[in-house]
């Protein structure tokens, strides 16, 4: 199985802030990652596929790249709305997986 | 606009079986390429994927839990149902069904959850 590491679990970030997440799969997946976003009590939302598109209505300030293992999710300008927990996930594999999660907060 | 709602026991005892259902809607089971798949996520933890049912009945399942799971569709209904055998608390979680719009694509929508504590 693919296994997909998040080395940050908790990231310390302010309003207007330029937040980096990274992502890393234990082998290479191309650009089979999504990035989503969940925040408290809530269904994950999904932001990016591809590992670089925005899925319909995300906002232009986050942007993903990479490809292979290594992946980054951007948020241009952090935003009050954006604190929340991040998560990659790989479907390369028919054994979809994901990254433990990073959580953005204050 | 595609939506999707998990429905279910909240409350299931240990060793009794678990049946949960997603029910969509804003497009079809039967529609080439698409499939609903079923995530669960245990309070405080990651999301953890546990099977796939695509539109031809091509069904994955998570390996360490192959045993335990069953998914089915009723493409009529518009509904995908989940069976997980043999519950422990382990497996409380709140679980998630999720739609995938083509064979190698992410996930787009998601329904809003079904909490399951497993406790006697």
């Known amino acids: 199985d693919i296994q997909m590491t998040q080395s940050q679990s908790s990231l310390s970030a302010s309003v207007g802030d330029r937040v980096t997440i990274t992502c890393r799969a234990s082998?290479?997946?191309?650009?089979?990652l999504a990035w989503l976003q969940q925040k408290p009590g809530k269904a994950p939302k999904s932001l990016i596929y591809?590992?670089?598109n925005l899925q319909s209505g995300v906002p232009s300030r986050f942007s993903g790249s990479g490809s292979g293992t290594d992946f980054t999710l951007t948020i241009s300008s952090l935003q009050p709305e954006d604190f929340a927990t991040y998560y990659c996930?790989?479907?390369?594999?028919?054994?979809?997986?994901f990254g433990g999660g990073t959580r953005v907060e204050t | 606009q595609i939506t999707l709602k998990e429905s279910g026991p909240t409350v299931v005892r240990p060793t009794q079986n678990l049946t949960l259902t997603c029910t969509f809607s804003?497009?079809?089971?039967?529609?080439?390429?698409?499939?609903v798949a079923w995530i669960r996520q245990p309070p405080g933890k990651a999301l953890e994927w546990l099977a796939l049912?695509?539109?031809?009945?091509?069904?994955n399942y998570r390996p360490s839990l192959k045993n335990r799971l069953s998914i089915t569709k009723d493409t009529s209904k518009n509904e995908v149902v989940l069976m997980m055998t043999d519950m422990d608390p382990a497996d409380t979680a709140t679980y998630y069904c999720?739609?995938?719009?083509?064979?190698?694509?992410?996930?787009?929508?998601w329904g809003q959850g079904n909490l399951v504590t497993v406790s006697s």
């Open positions: 999720a739609h995938r719009p083509s064979t190698w694509s992410a996930f787009d929508a």
């Open positions: 804003g497009f079809s089971l039967s529609a080439s390429g698409r499939s």
């Open positions: 049912i695509a539109w031809n009945d091509y069904k």
């Open positions: 082998q290479d997946i191309s650009t089979y």
């Open positions: 591809g590992a670089t």
């Open positions: 996930q790989q479907y390369d594999s028919p054994v979809i997986s």
